[in-house]
């Protein structure tokens, strides 16, 4: 049976620490952004590396089950092609689905708006590929 708690409350959280993020420290919530930029040596760096360790820590505090792996049904090759993807088009996007999607669509951002509707058809077409025409 489906359950809408989980999902409510955990979109209801991300809601809320990109607004914290906006309102307190004037960023958005983007995290090929921050990423990007914790690899930099600036002085306000140490905000983003907190972050990234809140999103790697996160799930195992909240996690009542215990840790697995999961299991990928992909060639090693596919998996680092997608990952290479997936960064290009996050530069050539200027963000990635979290910054695009939660923070540009919750500021009504036309760029942001049209970047998450080419960012779904692409997926739908990419699923279509990979499983109907090449057979993964």
Same mark, same amino acid.
């Given at each position: 049976m489906? $359950?809408?708690?989980?999902?409510?409350?955990?979109?209801i959280i991300l809601g809320l620490s990109a607004l914290l993020l906006l309102f307190v420290n004037g960023r958005i919530a983007g995290i090929?952004?921050?990423? &990007?930029q914790s690899l930099?040596? %600036? @002085?306000?760096? @140490?905000? %983003?590396?907190?972050?990234i360790l809140g999103l790697i820590i996160g799930p195992f505090l909240l996690s009542d089950t215990k840790f697995t792996l999961p299991?990928?049904? &992909? &060639?090693?090759?596919?998996? @680092?092609?997608?990952? =290479? =993807?997936?960064?290009?088009?996050?530069?050539?996007?200027? /963000?990635? $689905?979290?910054?695009? /999607?939660?923070?540009?669509?919750? %500021?009504?951002?036309?760029? &942001?708006i049209s970047s998450v509707l080419v960012f779904m058809a692409t997926a739908a077409v990419t699923v279509f590929i990979i499983r109907h025409v090449i057979g993964g």
């Open positions: 489906m $359950t809408y708690i989980e999902p409510l409350i955990g979109g090929s952004g921050i990423v &990007s930099s040596l %600036r @002085a306000d760096s @140490a905000w %983003r590396w907190i972050f299991v990928i049904d &992909s &060639s090693w090759w596919m998996i @680092a092609v997608g990952g =290479l =993807l997936v960064g290009f088009g996050s530069v050539y996007g200027s /963000g990635c $689905t979290s910054g695009h /999607g939660i923070c540009g669509i919750g %500021r009504m951002s036309k760029r &942001s």
